[in-house]
């Protein structure tokens, strides 16, 4: 599966960006979805996981009240709202696949990747 990402951008703390992830392939009801982020010199993180249902959620504990993760599966579309921003949330955000059982957090658990999209927070 061929992962696009998109949505990211300039705004201001306290403001809010939708990201998007269209998917290729006729089998992304099946895979559970992770959206994950990277800032300079750090390490990747997860910031949210889906379920392939969507019936299952996961949120780092930075982003938990603040950000929402979501699927369409008939459009193949997976979707990050963020809301009430912090500069500390600035870093490249990816989404990727996971096939499983059940969702997991952990990068090294994820299949195919995305190339990325910036998110830029200022204070």
């Known amino acids: 599966v061929q992962l696009q990402a998109s949505g990211g951008g300039l705004v201001q703390a306290g403001g809010s960006l939708r990201l998007s992830c269209a998917a290729s392939g006729r089998t992304f009801n099946s895979y559970h979805m992770g959206w994950f982020r990277q800032a300079p010199g750090k390490e990747r993180e997860s910031v949210a996981a889906i379920s392939a249902s969507g019936m299952t959620t996961n949120y780092a504990d930075s982003v938990k009240g603040r950000f929402t993760i979501s699927r369409d599966n008939a459009k193949k579309m997976v979707y990050l709202q963020m809301n009430s921003l912090k500069p500390e949330d600035t870093a490249v955000y990816f989404c990727?696949?996971?096939?499983?059982?059940?969702?997991?957090?952990?990068?090294?658990?994820?299949?195919?990747w995305g190339q990325g999209t910036q998110v830029t927070v200022s204070s």
């Open positions: 990727a696949t996971r096939s499983g059982p059940v969702i997991r957090t952990a990068p090294y658990e994820y299949d195919s």
